[in-house]
């Protein structure tokens, strides 16, 4: 098996260098911005917006992970693989209290968790085996392979009974079913990270290698042939190193991305983007102005609005507990 830590190092140097050169660096911010109406709506119905929480508003979880990447709640914990062990951990959402869920799962940067008949099954792209795997504790063996001599497989998200995967080498999206069927959806993509499917079967793909393509959308067609770059339709744009994107429990794009060297995550709603034929970063509303390194590379948001993140190189994972009064109103 070739190693792929020297290109995941090489890739990830280069994609950051491309994001600086078109992207406001922090410096040129003299306060921190305050969110305002999106351009984008109307007047009469506008979103609320949040004050953005700063690095001091950050907690940590004292979880026992010495590289965590890639971070999913499911039922009061957070799953995340240790790129530095080749470890899958299990850490309570609350104490930190941290056990080894599975081993031989080297570098994940995300992953999809749902409820087996005896416990949770997971699905993980393991970017520097170039696999997906399914992993159920209660079948020998646990893990199993999928898919396998994939193109850097990067982002994974479920639809109905398939699931979606970027891959940043081969820079495009596949569609792969639970036995292991692949079809190509889109090519032409500019390295491409996070993919979210929203409740309509929308598509949400990030693209860590553009700026004017930072997040894309397609109207999935299993019958349709491989879209290509003119094909794809705008969602966000002027956005530098987004990585990981997650939709929360209020329906809104919660994205992972960089201002400089400095680690962002902002929100846009979807539906309104797509309506208005794509959103920039002036409609993006921040919800953490953070210290971290960027990139960051876990995002994971709780039912209760809890909102979990960490770097791409520390060994802590932060929290901050986000306003839950739109929840009734988005239900």
């Known amino acids: 098996m ?118 949770p099954i997971l699905w993980v792209a393991d970017f520097q085996r170039n696999a997906i795997s399914r992993i159920d504790l209660e079948n020998s063996p646990a893990r199993v392979d999928i898919a396998t001599e994939l193109g850097s497989p990067w982002g994974i998200a479920a639809a109905d009974d398939t699931f979606f995967v970027t891959q940043l080498r081969t820079d495009d999206l596949i569609n792969i079913t639970r036995d292991g069927q692949i079809r190509q959806v889109a090519a032409g993509l500019r390295n491409p990270t996070g993919v979210v499917v929203d409740v309509d079967n929308f598509v949400y793909i990030a693209n860590n290698g553009s700026a004017r393509r930072a997040i894309e959308w397609l109207a999935y067609d299993p019958t349709a042939a491989t879209l290509q770059e003119e094909d794809m339709q705008p969602l966000v744009s002027g956005l530098q190193n987004t990585t990981n994107i997650v939709m929360g429990p209020d329906n809104l794009l919660y994205i992972a991305y960089s201002l400089g060297t400095r680690g962002i995550v902002g929100r846009v709603d979807p539906v309104q983007c797509r309506e208005q034929g794509g959103c920039t970063n002036v409609d993006v509303e921040i919800v953490l102005w953070s210290e971290l390194a960027a990139p960051l590379a876990g995002l994971a948001i709780s039912p209760d609005m809890r909102l979990f993140v960490h770097t791409m190189f520390g060994s802590e994972i932060y929290w901050v507990q986000l306003p839950t009064d739109t929840l009734a109103e988005e239900s």
């Open 2 to 119: 070739v190693a792929k830590v020297p290109f995941l190092v090489s890739v990830l140097a280069a994609l950051m260098v491309m994001g600086m050169v078109v992207t406001t660096s922090v410096g040129a911010w003299s306060t921190l911005p305050t969110n305002q109406q999106w351009v984008g709506q109307d007047d009469a119905t506008p979103r609320p917006t949040i004050e953005p929480f700063l690095q001091n508003s950050l907690q940590i979880i004292s979880g026992n992970v010495q590289r965590p990447n890639g971070i999913f709640w499911f039922e009061d914990y957070l799953y995340t693989g240790c790129a530095g062990d080749f470890t899958l951990y299990k850490i309570d959402d609350t104490t930190g209290v941290t056990s080894t869920y599975i081993a031989g799962i080297q570098n994940t940067h995300t992953m999809y968790i749902e409820s087996g008949e005896s416990g």
